[in-house]
């Protein structure tokens, strides 16, 4: 799914790139011309390599063991980031480490593992627009693929805007699931809450309301 928001991908940068199988799909689909796939962690990054290895396409991939994209020398030629499969939190603190994603406007693909609310919210008020969602499931878990670049307009996200987005104006099975998934979350958040504070909150009620719309 990541690999579908990336188009005409000059260099891509692939964050915590595992086994460096969506690096060598953006490269044999023509996706990226060149691929900097990056790990904090050896063994991932050695799985990675030769992979690269055993297709002979590793003059197409820099492979670089680092936490997100530090260490980086030639970050002007990158034309998208694609996280996937890290949390909300992680991808937060990779994209602020790499100033230069506002700079260049580069293209954001984000995929996060868990907790999508956070990341919205972090886009939304660091100037960053998302300008579609893809929602999409594997082995039963439901996700949103998320694309975004900077604009430097800053807004404070509502608690829909944070936990569905642009994901809302998905549809079909994968989107159902989604939303039924945001759902449960919110209404056991909104139950913790009337428990702890002994009254309803608005705002939780609002986002719960909008989410069973989409559901109709
Ligand atoms: C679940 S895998 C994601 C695999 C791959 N991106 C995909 O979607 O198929 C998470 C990978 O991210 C790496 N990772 C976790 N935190 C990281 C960070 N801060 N910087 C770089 N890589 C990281 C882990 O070592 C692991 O290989």
């Known amino acids: 799914m990541a690999a579908s928001f990336?188009?005409?991908?000059?260099?891509?940068?692939?964050?915590g790139c595992d086994h460096g199988?969506?690096?060598?799909?953006?490269?044999?689909?023509?996706k990226a011309k060149h691929v900097i796939a990056t790990d904090i962690n050896r063994q991932p990054l050695q799985k990675a390599i030769d992979l690269f290895a055993s297709y002979n396409l590793s003059h197409t991939a820099d492979f670089l063991l680092t936490d997100g994209m530090q260490g980086i020398e030639n970050t002007a030629d990158i034309t998208h980031v694609v996280i996937a499969g890290l949390g909300g939190h992680t991808m937060e603190q990779v994209i602020e480490s790499a100033p230069f994603v506002k700079v260049q406007k580069t293209r954001l693909v984000l995929l996060p593992a868990q907790s999508g609310y956070q990341i919205r919210k972090y886009l939304y008020t660091n100037g960053f627009e998302i300008e579609k969602e893809q929602t999409?499931?594997?082995?039963?878990?439901?996700?949103?693929?998320?694309?975004?670049?900077?604009?430097?307009?800053?807004?404070?996200?509502?608690i829909y805007d944070m936990y569905i987005g642009k994901s809302g104006e998905c549809t079909g099975a994968d989107a159902t699931g989604y939303f039924e998934m945001i759902l449960s979350q919110l209404e056991k958040k909104r139950k913790g809450f009337e428990i702890d504070n002994g009254t309803q909150n608005t705002e939780y009620t609002a986002a719960i309301e909008k989410i069973k719309q989409l559901l109709k």
């Open 6 to 15: 990336v188009d005409n991908g000059g260099t891509v940068c692939d964050v």
């Open 21 to 30: 199988k969506l690096s060598l799909y953006l490269i044999q689909r023509g």
């Open 136 to 158: 999409v499931s594997e082995k039963g878990k439901y996700y949103s693929c998320i694309s975004a670049v900077y604009t430097g307009i800053c807004h404070t996200p509502d």
